[in-house]
């Protein structure tokens, strides 16, 4: 009987010691691997602010892990700095191309002009017009293009903040009813009842925005007008543009925004579809987006919808 207690203490004794044992390894493990964490940690935020450089290496876990961290760095700094380099390039050639083909088609419209002021032939008069014509659709062509380079490859900072909505429909009222006006239209812009509507936007970029938007609602509409006006949402102004023009089906309005895409019915009038490709670039920059809903033969209303103060507060 004693022997049997005897052998039962020591079992007892055993169990106690494994427990404890398994207790301080579990600690030991948890220990340790709070230190690797802590250590990794150290080393993403001495590579996050730059400072990161290995230690002696050895062979070590935590030496193979600074190194393929060091390759890793030292690889996405050449990267950034090929991503500058070939920027700068871009940059070079976009000033370049805009540089060497104004100064021509100046020149050519200069001489269009003067063409103009002589006496010649009605047939050479339908000539120079449509000369002066090309021309110009040339340099429209010319600066879309350098606008459009300048935003995809980031060369174009754009400063949205705080500034008044109403003054931007209102600028761009005086830039385009004389259009509405030379082909009958009427060009309505409804801000009375909320003239303290503010958003942030880069007003420069965003004017450019609307002004693509407003201008192709004249363009493809015939007959009756262009209708603007502010839409207060919750996080967002909307600035509604609604015409009375040819509408858009249902399948092409998923292509609109598309660059370069222009539908069959408007392939005859000016343009190089690049306008509302513009229009929702300017807008993604700056936080907002576009929207269209339209029906065939029934007009089309395009919505700008442009970040209240709040919203970026929030950002």
């Known amino acids: 009987m004693e022997t049997f207690h005897t052998i039962s203490v020591f079992l007892f004794l055993v169990g106690i010691f494994s427990l404890l044992g398994a207790m301080v390894l579990t600690i030991v493990t948890l220990y340790k691997r709070k230190m690797a964490l802590q250590r990794m940690r150290q080393m993403l935020d001495a590579a996050i602010d730059g400072s990161f450089a290995e230690s002696a290496y050895d062979e070590s876990l935590y030496s193979a892990v600074e190194n393929k961290l060091s390759e890793y760095l030292n690889a996405s700094e050449a990267s950034a700095r090929k991503t500058a380099e070939e920027k700068d390039r871009i940059k070079a050639l976009i000033a370049d191309i805009s540089h060497q083909t104004k100064t021509p088609i ?8 003067l063409l103009k002021e002589q006496e010649l032939p009605e047939e050479a008069r339908q000539s120079v017009a449509l000369l002066e014509s090309q021309a110009q ?3 429209f062509l010319i600066t879309s293009l350098v606008k459009l380079s300048r935003l995809e490859t980031g060369i174009i900072t754009l400063y949205p903040r705080e500034d008044s909505v109403t003054g931007l429909l209102e600028e761009a009222y005086k830039q385009f009813h004389h259009k509405a006006e030379e082909k009958g239209l009427y060009l309505h812009v409804d ?3 909320i003239q303290e509507m503010t958003a942030v936007f880069d007003a420069k970029w965003t004017e450019e925005a609307l002004g693509n938007v407003i201008d192709n609602a004249i363009k493809y509409t015939k007959a009756g007008g262009v209708t603007v006006t502010i839409k207060p949402y919750e996080l967002f102004v909307g600035i509604e543009v609604a015409d009375t023009g040819i509408g858009i089906s249902e399948e092409e309005q998923a292509k609109i925004f598309g660059r ?7 392939s005859g009038e000016e343009g190089v579809g690049i306008g509302l490709y513009l229009a929702r670039q300017i807008l993604q920059m700056e936080g907002g987006y576009i929207k269209v809903a339209s029906e065939t033969g029934k007009g089309a209303k395009f919505t700008l919808y442009l970040q209240r103060k709040r919203e970026i507060e929030k950002n």
């Open 106 to 113: 100046s020149n050519i419209l200069i001489y269009t002009e």
């Open 137 to 139: 659709r040339l340099r």
């Open 191 to 193: 801000s009375q009842e």
């Open 260 to 266: 370069f895409y222009r539908t069959v019915e408007v």
